[in-house]
């Protein structure tokens, strides 16, 4: 099993326990709120996800209304790990989650970000619990997975993969 970072894990892990999360899937909306973040929705262009937004002492987390459930999810996901890893930023524009390997401190906290969303969204030791449950993990015990994490297929392919419970080849 590939580890995440270990500070995204303690993070993650503070932030499920204390919202008194068990199971999936995690309420990512609840814990922004909970974190005193609001969160809005707005139509925007195809390329933007979502915005971090901290002004003075409101913090605002955007998401693109017009994109699909599970990629929203993502978003609020990604935007929580901007708050909570990188104090700094004031406004920050996710226009995709593509990571631009010019600018190395944007690439890194890009990076950071993918993998502390991935880590919340579908907390290891939940997908290894879930996942231990199931007899070979198919295509179809992986498409039950998705549906109850809330997550695309393909995320939890890559996550089952980055966990060693699949085979990187193995990923549809």
């Known amino acids: 099993m590939r580890q995440a970072h270990p500070r995204i894990q303690r993070e993650v892990l503070g932030l499920l326990k204390d919202n008194g999360?068990?199971?999936?899937?995690?309420?990512?909306?609840?814990?922004?709120?909970?974190?005193?973040?609001?969160?809005?929705?707005?139509?925007?262009?195809?390329?933007?996800?979502?915005?971090?937004?901290?002004?003075?002492?409101?913090?605002?987390?955007?998401?693109?209304?017009?994109?699909?459930?599970?990629?929203?999810?993502?978003?609020?996901?990604?935007?929580?790990?901007?708050?909570?890893?990188?104090?700094?930023?004031?406004?920050?524009?996710?226009?995709?989650?593509?990571?631009n390997l010019r600018d190395g401190q944007k690439n890194r906290e890009e990076m950071e970000a993918n993998v502390f969303a991935a880590e919340l969204l579908m907390p290891s030791a939940f997908v290894m619990r879930d996942a231990g449950r199931l007899q070979n993990l198919d295509e179809d015990d992986i498409r039950r997975l998705a549906r109850r994490y809330q997550v695309s297929q393909r995320a939890m392919e890559i996550r089952l993969a980055n966990l060693g419970l699949i085979d990187p080849s193995d990923e549809q």
């Not at 937004?53 to 913090?59: A, F, G, L, N, P």
């Open 21 to 99: 999360i068990t199971r999936a899937p995690v309420p990512v909306e609840e814990i922004a709120r909970n974190s005193g973040i609001d969160v809005r929705y707005e139509a925007a262009e195809d390329e933007l996800s979502g915005a971090l937004i901290r002004k003075h002492e409101e913090i605002v987390i955007g998401v693109n209304s017009a994109h699909h459930p599970n990629r929203q999810r993502f978003t609020i996901a990604h935007e929580i790990a901007h708050f909570i890893l990188h104090k700094g930023i004031r406004l920050h524009v996710d226009e995709d989650f593509r990571i």
